[in-house]
């Protein structure tokens, strides 16, 4: 497996954020003004000339029909000193109402207003075409008053066209041109003027990655705009934008927030909204992705009205999804953005937006679609000039082809090496990163027999350093010459520099970056591992692989980490000490290299959350061995699933045993489980009788269990899916019926969540029920719970209510809709009273409920395109640092979920633990469809003074 880098570049050409360009005051060589009595029929103005153009403050008179505005026009334009105010008018006017001052200024026009006038108004148009998304209209009217300015002798009024042309040419692709036009500019320009220039070019030098030059600009600026809050405003949103490419985060906040204070205090609301707009990608940069999706959220409603804008802002935090590993979240944003960049004519935006849709379209396993985009990228890249882009979208569109299987063919392939090889030459010349190309190139090239061309590029590479990629080439040499032991061990030693990458970074995707580069190298290692047959190798490899594909922000708890408790000892988990305690593996595939641990000393559940944050973030730990597992387990057996390609294997672990079988294909499991689910969702929702659905069961069970059932018994177990398997509900199998059965994301999660168990088990805080909108037996169903649990607290079904009671409760029981976003899973939500509570959401709660009951179609459902982070609700609450969720994988009726759900609290109540009463209640009833995931064993308190959490008898 060779991953594709999704990084951004490393000599950034990245889209500036969507700023204001406060270009637009207009200093007039006259003392004229339209007469008080017509500036009164048409409105009262406060000029403030600040954002994208002159901005205005309007209080509306209280006459303002269309009769009294011809008359204020004619009277305004009734000398050429008139026309010329009018048309000033009209550009401060652009701002706020450009409909408004496209009228009056075609009116300028239509007069017959001359040479100064026109120059005027045709800026005026321009603004307001820019204000309405027509980029190139406004390019039009602005060449045309740079024109008529010249040609009148009117140095200055050209100046003014040039100042706002900075801006467009920026926009429309062109910002070196645009510095150019900046230059000619400004000697006939006031020093107020300068000032607002330096903002425009500030933009321009933010497109080309000169971020320091955007801040100084800016400085400048504010030291010449004096006390005016407008052009303050803008100043501080574009120095904002800067500063958050250098990694200047407060300096960056606190920016931004004089910014939109400043705009709010002086009235200009489409101001606040851009600077308000950017505060998801501030938050997404730093790492904070559920506070930058609720910012998003917000920006999404201010921005309504301006479809570009809200555009870029879709594209900003798709650039940080893209870096924090979710391109499919990223996807979502991408693909509404596109087409309205492309709308607005937004030339550079679109370029980048396409290269960036190009890059998350590969990594979701589309690649006819990221050749296409990847080829409208470098075809508008090509048009603007931007060389230094070029080289990343000919990588792309290379690694689409290849996984189209253009390489095939042997002659094919060896066009495509050698095409890979020149791509990788125009890296370098560009400034990126070409080693992963030229690694994925040597691949190829051992697949075809090209063994000289391999040794030269592995050889290459293996000598270029102690990083990930060096310790790659090593282990494919290895491997190559017949050494596995060898190659093993190189793959453990560069999964350890990746893990001390991302130790050293203070940037949070960076982090995220630097332990994701493991992955090809946990890839190719547990490749190694299947070849060997080892049943504990595999394990260990499965493990390492799950670790490091597991890293997304805001999902670290999900990896696979946790902190300790008492008298269990010290938790394991991670990457960066990628060797095993003993028994791990067999000593024969080489030493542990690096083996760490870490424990925390912190032993509540909120410290135990912590320490899982931590271990992720940092990367410490080791992968867990068999005999660690089955002292946690007991009489249980852990069975975990492996894919490589399409092919599927199983480790179990067993009181007795290590096995490890392979089942073949995996998409013919994920055929089989679609089958079944389809059967499920008919049954529950009496579309049919679904006659086939016991064999479809049965035909699952053959072919991911068969092997085991006769080492499995009876057993409880713990599950570990793989890939389409997160959708399966594998208590409606036959052989788990009344069955315990707790599916888990990692058997590292299971373990570290049971060493998370404090002394004495049990749960804190209380119970919280909500009860959502739409469903019959919602509220009947949050009554019986509380009549279960004594002090259970009944919560509105509101977003911000619900989370404050997630805060605080031990155990929480949602009766809502669910919906789940296969393609971008941190879109799904519960639907609730004033909205839907998003997964997202969920991320933000920093003492979540140790037991969360979603009684809600679907919401157990997860995507893990790389299996170390199922993504989904039940995974942002185990995310969050709960212990233990149980959920719907298929919809269930109404009815059936209160039977359901009536048996399960009744036998917690009794002492059983989720897992257990769980398998209980569906084996009463007769209702599938729910699965526990997480850690199922741990009773939880009744919430009665004085009960026991294990009872001896069951509910009466």
């Not at 509540?604 to 061995?625: F, I, L, Q």
């Not at 909500?770 to 037996?777: E, Q």
């Amino acid at each position: 497996m060779t991953a594709v880098p999704l990084g951004p570049p490393a000599v950034p050409e990245t889209a500036v954020r969507k700023g204001p360009a406060p270009d637009e005051a207009v200093t007039t060589d006259t003392s004229a003004e339209i007469s008080t009595d017509a500036a009164t029929v048409i409105s009262t103005v406060v000029t403030t000339e600040a954002g994208t153009d002159a901005v205005t403050i309007t209080v509306t008179a209280a006459v303002a029909a269309d009769t009294a505005m011809d008359t204020a026009m004619g009277t305004a334009m009734g000398t050429a000193t008139d026309a010329v105010a009018a048309a000033e008018r009209a550009v401060r006017l652009s701002g706020s109402d450009p409909g408004r001052a496209r009228a009056l200024a075609r009116a300028v026009l239509d007069a017959g207003a001359r040479e100064e006038a026109a120059a005027v108004a045709h800026r005026a148009l321009a603004l307001a075409a820019r204000e309405l998304g027509d980029l190139h209209l406004a390019e039009e009217h602005l060449r045309r008053a740079e024109r008529i300015a010249l040609s009148a002798g009117l140095p200055h009024r050209a100046a003014q066209a040039r100042l706002s042309l900075v801006h467009v040419r920026t926009e429309l692709g062109h910002p070196a041109e645009a510095l150019t036009i900046a230059a000619a500019a400004e000697p006939y320009l006031t020093p107020v003027e300068a000032g607002r220039l330096g903002v425009n070019r500030a933009s321009a030098l933010v497109r080309l990655g000169r971020y320091d030059e955007a801040v100084r600009h800016c400085d400048r600026a504010e030291g010449v705009l004096g006390e005016d809050p407008a052009f303050l405003a803008g100043a501080t949103l574009n120095r904002g934008l800067a500063r958050v490419y250098l990694g200047e985060f407060a300096a960056a906040e606190a920016d931004l927030t004089r910014s939109a204070g400043l705009a709010g205090a002086a009235g200009l609301d489409h101001v606040l909204a851009l600077a308000e707009g950017n505060l998801p990608f501030l938050a997404a940069r730093r790492g904070d992705l559920p506070a930058a999706f609720t910012a998003y959220r917000r920006a999404e409603r201010i921005l309504s009205d301006y479809p570009e804008r809200l555009a870029t802002v879709r594209c900003d935090l798709a650039e940080a999804l893209v870096s924090a590993q979710l391109p499919g979240e990223a996807r979502v944003l991408l693909d509404q953005a596109v087409p309205e960049l492309e709308a607005a004519g937004a030339e550079t935006a679109l370029a980048e937006a396409r290269l960036m849709l190009a890059r998350v379209e590969l990594a979701t396993g589309d690649p006819r679609r990221a050749l296409r985009s990847a080829e409208a990228a470098r075809a508008g890249l090509i048009r603007q000039e931007r060389a230094l882009l070029v080289p990343l979208t000919t990588e792309i569109a290379l690694r689409a082809r290849l996984e189209l299987g253009e390489a095939a063919d042997p002659v094919a392939g060896d066009r495509l090496v050698a095409e890979m090889l020149a791509c990788a030459a125009g890296l370098d010349g560009a400034g990126h990163p070409s080693a992963p190309l030229r690694l994925a190139t040597a691949e190829l090239a051992l697949r075809l027999g090209d063994e000289r061309t391999a040794e030269g590029l592995l050889g290459l590479l293996a000598s270029s350093g102690r990083g990930p990629v060096a310790h790659h080439a090593t282990a494919l040499r290895r491997a190559a010459a017949g050494d596995r032991r060898g190659a093993l061990a190189a793959a453990r030693a560069g999964l350890a520099a990746a893990g001390a990458d991302a130790v050293r970074s203070r940037d949070p995707l960076e982090r995220v970056r630097a332990a994701r580069r493991g992955e090809p190298l946990a890839a190719l290692g547990l490749a190694l591992a299947l070849r060997t047959g080892r049943a504990r190798t595999v394990l260990a490899w499965a493990e390492r692989w799950r670790a490091a594909t597991g890293g997304a922000v805001g999902l670290e708890g999900f990896a696979g980490t946790a902190g300790s408790s008492e008298g269990r000892g010290p938790v394991r988990t991670g990457i960066a000490g990628c060797g095993d305690p003993a028994g791990a593996e067999s000593a024969e595939y080489g030493d542990p290299v690096g083996a760490r641990s870490v424990q925390y000393g912190d032993q509540s559940p909120a410290g135990a959350t912590r320490g899982v944050r931590r271990a992720a973030e940092t990367g410490h730990g080791a992968v867990p061995g068999p005999e660690e597992l089955r002292a946690a387990l007991g009489e249980a057996a852990l069975v975990e699933f492996v894919r490589h390609g399409d092919e599927l294997a199983v480790v179990a672990v067993t009181p007795d045993r290590v096995l490890l079988h392979r089942l073949g294909s995996l998409a013919a499991a994920a055929e089989a489980t679609v089958r079944l689910r389809y059967g499920l969702r008919r049954r529950h929702l009496l579309d049919g009788d679904a006659p086939g659905l016991t064999a479809e069961a049965a035909a699952v069970e053959r072919l991911l269990l068969g092997p085991l059932l006769p080492r499995l018994g009876d057993r409880p177990l713990v599950i570990v899916p793989a890939g389409p398997l997160h959708t399966l509900p594998w208590p409606v199998l036959p052989s788990n019926a009344d069955r315990p059965v707790t599916v888990a994301p990692s058997a590292s999660a299971w373990l570290a969540a049971w060493r998370a168990v404090p002394p004495g088990g049990g749960t804190g805080g209380g119970t919280a029920a909500v009860a959502g909108p739409g469903l019959r037996c919602a509220e009947a169903e949050v009554r019986m719970v509380a009549a279960r649990r004594p002090g259970t607290e009944l919560v509105p079904a509101a977003r911000h209510t619900v989370l404050a009671a997630l805060e605080r409760a031990g155990v929480a029981h949602l009766a809502a809709h669910g919906t789940f976003s296969a393609r971008s899973p941190l879109l799904s939500g519960i639907d609730l009273d004033d909205g839907r509570l998003m997964a997202y959401d969920l991320l933000r709660i920093r003492t979540p409920p140790e037991l969360v009951v979603l009684s809600a179609c679907d919401a157990g459902m997860a995507h893990a395109p790389a299996d170390g982070t199922p993504l989904g609700l039940a995974g942002a609450f185990l995310s969050s640092g709960t212990r233990c969720v149980v959920a719907g994988l298929v919809p269930v009726r109404d009815d059936e979920t209160l039977a359901l759900m009536t048996v399960f609290h009744g036998l917690l109540a009794a002492g059983r633990p989720p897992a257990a009463a769980l398998a209980a209640a569906a084996g009463r009833t007769g209702t599938a469809g729910f699965a526990c995931f997480g850690y199922g064993d741990q009773p939880v308190a009744t919430g009665r003074e004085g009960s026991a959490t294990q009872l001896d008898q069951d509910p009466t």
